[in-house]
Every structure is written in structure tokens, then in C-alpha cells.
């Protein structure tokens, strides 16, 4: 019999439990969602289980609060961790999830020891910085989550601002998932005419603007809830891409070993990426100005990986962890 593929996603807030809906719907794989409040992963697991006659979809999804359950997993996503709240930066969440984002990387990884993982916790450059470490994991199977959400985002307002389809605007955003993020306005087309011949610069200045925004935004709409729906979609197009072997080209943060001039840091590039993780970082040439914001933005990153706790390579504890990563 072959052996059906599985993904593991841990967390089973609003964002966790939406990446698993979406990777159900589209028969990726069976889903395990792993959640340390009893019952609530279960619970999830079971509604959405029950649904899968109407989609249709068949997957079988199932929850635990016992690692041993999530073992042989092809894709590992973590979204766990303390939420962003109003008025709070995602760095400011970078202590209390770093712990939360190790231990549990940890524990995965000894249960899954050859999958891809995925991370969506804040801030994202540097928790899979921290999941990397603390799996010992090659950095290619380690990856974050937030270009392909930040760039989706891009594309559907500028869509909404031209009154065209979501399917026709292609964009690219790359740097730190953060205020410094880099649209790459240049690049950005609507049917492959520059979306600089159709927006005047104002305009397009307000849609970057927005787009560095986006998840506050929300934020600010749906109190205390954050962004979920694009964050689980964005989720389940990295996971296809890895299930399926596909190849793509997709911007996330990869750990960078002197591309881009920059080394030992995870952040925002193009990076294709398949079965084994990411099979290669693309080095685009950049214009001095878009050089510059995107090591302004690594800059910033830098700055919060050398505020994780000295001790967090020891063995930590997880008894805080909240449900769900935020974005």
C-alpha cells in the first residue's frame, strides 16, 4: 500500500486550523493538528474531519496533544505562540516565542526527523532561525512563512485599486516580515504590462504602504483576532509546493550563506522550493535603492535575533505556549 503523505501543524488557533481546512480541501495529505490545550486540536480536527463528505475531500484529519502521534510527518508547520495584539510589534513577541518556538521544534523534529518545516510564528525571520538551531536540521529543510502572504497581499490590492483579476498581477516582496518589507515595485506587472505605467507613483506608494500594514490592519478590524485565512493559504501553497515536488519560485525566509552579501540570517528572498526544502536561493540584481532597503531590513532582523535569550539553546519550557501563531 502506499504510504499517504502527512502534515503536521502545530498550533490549532484561527491560522493553524485554517492552513489545515485548506490543505484538506485540496487532498494534499492527512493532517495532524497538535495543540497543548486539551481538546482543542481534537475538537478542530473532528468538525473539519466531518466536513471532508461535502468538499469533497479525502483526507483524514485528526488532533493530539501527544508528539508521538504527529510522528512521520513529511511537512512540519509551526504557528504556535503568544499573538500579537494592537499596538504591539512583532518583535516584541520575539522572547516568550522563541521558547515556545524551540521546544517545540525540538520535539517535532525528533518525531518527524526528515520532514521540511515551515514557520509562521513572529517574528518569522528569527523564529526559524531558532526552529533551525534547535532541530539541528539542515537550514534548506527549515524555512519561514511570510513573502508569499506578504506578496498575496500586494497583488490583491493592487487588483481591487485597478478593478482587475487576482489572477493577472504577478509581484514579488522580499526582505523581513515587518515595516522594512521590500515590494520590488519594479518588477511588479498586470498582464505582464509594469504596473508603473498603469498606477501613477502615489498611488503605488499607498498600496506598499498598505501592504507593510496589512496584517495590523486587520488586526486593528477584527480585535483581539489577527489575520488568518491568507496566512493558512499562503501556508498551504508552500506545503504543495513541497508535497508535489513542484519547484516553485516563491519569496520566504531562507538562510542566507553569503547571497545577497548576507550570512547566518534567515529573511525574505526568492527561493525555490521543493520536496527536500529549499533547493536554491535566487539572487536577483537589485537596484541601489532596493538594495538598500532590503539590508535595512536584515539590519532590523539582525537586530532582533541578538535579542533572544542567551540561555535559549538549553532545554526550555513550553508550559506558556498559547494556541495559534499570529501574522
Known amino acids: 500500500m502506499r504510504r499517504r503523505h502527512r502534515i503536521t501543524i502545530i498550533g490549532a488557533g484561527m491560522t ?31 468538525d473539519l474531519y466531518e466536513a471532508t463528505p461535502l468538499l469533497p475531500a479525502d483526507a483524514r484529519v485528526f488532533g493530539t496533544e501527544h508528539w508521538d502521534d504527529t510522528a512521520g510527518s513529511d511537512v512540519v508547520v509551526i504557528t504556535a505562540g503568544a499573538r500579537r495584539r494592537p499596538g504591539h510589534s512583532r ?77 493577472d498581477v504577478r509581484a514579488l516582496v522580499i526582505g523581513g516580515h515587518g515595516d522594512g518589507m521590500v515590494p ?80 547566518g540570517l534567515y529573511t525574505g528572498v526568492p527561493i525555490i522550493l521543493g520536496a527536500e526544502g529549499v533547493r536554491r536561493v535566487v539572487e536577483l540584481p537589485l537596484e541601489p535603492q532596493e538594495r538598500a532597503a532590503f539590508l535595512d531590513s536584515a539590519a532590523e532582523v539582525r537586530a532582533a535575533m541578538a535579542q533572544l535569550p542567551r540561555d535559549l539553546w538549553a532545554r526550555t519550557d513550553a508550559d506558556g505556549m498559547a494556541s495559534g501563531g499570529r501574522v
Not at 495532524?32 to 486540536?41: M, Q
Not at 509562521?120 to 537550514?139: I, S
Not at 498586470?190 to 506608494?205: F, I, K, S
Open 16 to 46: 493553524g486550523a485554517t492552513a489545515a481546512q485548506w490543505c484538506a480541501a485540496a487532498e494534499l495529505a492527512d493532517v495532524v493538528l497538535y495543540d497543548v490545550v486539551p481538546g482543542l486540536a481534537r475538537g478542530k480536527a473532528l
Open 91 to 167: 518583535t516584541e513577541l520575539l522572547a516568550v516565542n522563541a521558547r515556545v518556538v524551540g521546544e517545540v521544534a525540538r520535539q517535532a523534529a525528533a518525531a518527524s526527523p526528515d520532514a521540511v518545516f515551515i514557520v509562521l510564528t513572529n517574528p518569522v525571520d528569527v523564529m526559524a532561525y531558532v526552529a533551525m538551531r534547535a532541530t539541528g536540521l539542515p537550514p534548506q529543510r527549515v524555512v519561514g512563512q511570510a513573502g508569499v502572504l506578504d506578496t498575496t497581499r500586494f497583488r490583491a490590492f493592487v487588483a481591487a485599486e485597478l478593478d482587475v483579476s487576482v489572477e
Open 184 to 263: 520590488l515595485v519594479r518588477l511588479a506587472q498586470v498582464g505582464g504590462v509594469p504596473l508603473t505605467t498603469l498606477l501613477e507613483a502615489p498611488a503605488v506608494e499607498r498600496l506598499v504602504a498598505r501592504t507593510r500594514t496589512g496584517g495590523a490592519e486587520i488586526m486593528e478590524l477584527l480585535k483581539p483576532t489577527t489575520a488568518y485565512c491568507a496566512p493558512g493559504a499562503a501556508l498551504t501553497e508552500m506545503i504543495a509546493a513541497v508535497l508535489r515536488d513542484k519547484g516553485r519560485v516563491l519569496p520566504a525566509p531562507a538562510y542566507l550563506r553569503g547571497e545577497y552579501g548576507l550570512h
